[in-house]
């Protein structure tokens, strides 16, 4: 068993090497430019997100590269972006296994997540192959499941050591993710300064990706819960008006959402005001986080009810919890944020 065990990942160093080494003879081409996944750590061009996509000059460049060089697996991972964006699954898939196959550590991690639903086992074995080749969001992804046991036995030890992976790698989940151990104390020792650092080493990158990709601006929004959660534990008032400038510029202009953050623009705006709102009630500035705090209310019924249960449960309002924005809810709202410390 030990043995087979050796050589299996024997011959898996030697497929990464192997890659690695015809990578580096493959020049840039167009496929690389309009394919490539910005985060793709092993990607030689910035490329575009999904929704900055020119599909069919990508699928023609990355369909041309592959012919010219088909031995090269970037070429297929790209090229199955392109099928994804346009819905053509099978295609897609199937490019995705070659690259996969070849050791490619961003088609890895997508490949086992494509396999989650339909073999559990398969899904783990390639998401571990793109972690051990390199990709930090599979160390990611490894830190989460063993913490949670989801479909590998719990194992704290083994969590923390893929966070800190991660972590060492600049990936932001993986920040956000060990931040959360250390604040509750989930298999480390508790320590709120150090969760609070996490946090902003989060928001870091997510801004750096934010103001490289300006259309991709839930990171702008990502980055402002980051900071939001580091105050709660340190109060480090310093980062909070850099971070409100930051969300007023993005606010300011127009922009496209990605598809896979499950958000409208219009909703991703009520998002940034809410994040604005506490930010600002963390300063102290009460009329500034009343103003923010209205535009959520008027724009989100939904969030008006969570508003109206939270200052409910505080004995500040006594009205019904209908979603409806009253000058009471706005009163109680106002006291909540006079007493300080109160984020509702």
């Not at 369909?63 to 346009?86: C, I, M």
């Not at 958000?263 to 500034?288: P, Y």
């Not at 004995?315 to 509702?344: H, M, W």
């Amino acid at each position: 068993m030990l043995l087979r065990a050796c050589a299996s990942i024997t011959q898996f160093a030697v497929v990464m090497l192997s890659t690695a080494i015809a990578a580096a003879q493959v020049p840039v081409t167009d496929c690389d430019r309009l394919a490539a996944h910005p985060l793709d750590r092993n990607a030689v061009a910035a490329g575009a997100f999904a929704t900055e996509l020119d599909v069919a000059r990508a699928r023609a460049s990355c369909e041309e590269a592959l012919a010219a060089y088909p031995d090269t697996p970037r070429f297929h991972f790209q090229l199955a972006r392109t099928h994804f964006v346009e819905g053509r699954l099978d295609p897609g898939a199937a490019h995705l296994q070659s690259a996969a196959d070849a050791g490619y550590p961003a088609a890895m991690d997508l490949f086992s997540t494509l396999l989650e639903r339909v073999n559990a086992g398969a899904a783990q074995t390639w998401l571990h192959r793109a972690a051990e080749g390199g990709h930090p969001s599979s160390m990611s992804r490894l830190c989460r499941a063993y913490a949670r046991g989801d479909q590998v036995e719990q194992d704290l030890d083994t969590a923390i050591g893929w966070c800190r992976r991660a972590v060492e790698a600049r990936d932001r989940i993986g920040m956000i993710l060990l931040a959360e151990h250390y604040k509750s104390g989930n298999g480390v020792e508790r320590d709120p300064k150090e969760a609070a650092r996490l946090y902003r080493l989060g928001a870091d990158v997510e801004l750096r990706i934010a103001r490289t990709y300006p259309n991709q601006v839930q990171y702008v929004d990502w980055a402002g819960w980051g900071i939001v959660f580091a105050n709660e534990l340190d109060m480090d008032l310093a980062t909070i008006d850099p971070m409100v400038a930051e969300l007023d510029a993005v606010l300011a202009r127009d922009w496209v959402v990605a598809p896979d953050i499950r958000q409208s623009a219009d909703e991703l705006r009520i998002e940034m005001h809410d994040v604005k709102a506490h930010l600002m009630a963390q300063k102290g500035d009460v009329e500034a986080a009343l103003a923010a705090y209205r535009v959520v209310l008027d724009a989100s019924t939904e969030r008006t009810q969570r508003v109206q249960s939270t200052l409910s449960g505080m004995d500040l309002f006594e009205g019904e919890t209908d979603g409806v924005v009253t000058e009471a809810l706005i009163s109680a709202l106002e006291a909540c944020l006079r007493k300080g410390n109160c984020y509702p």
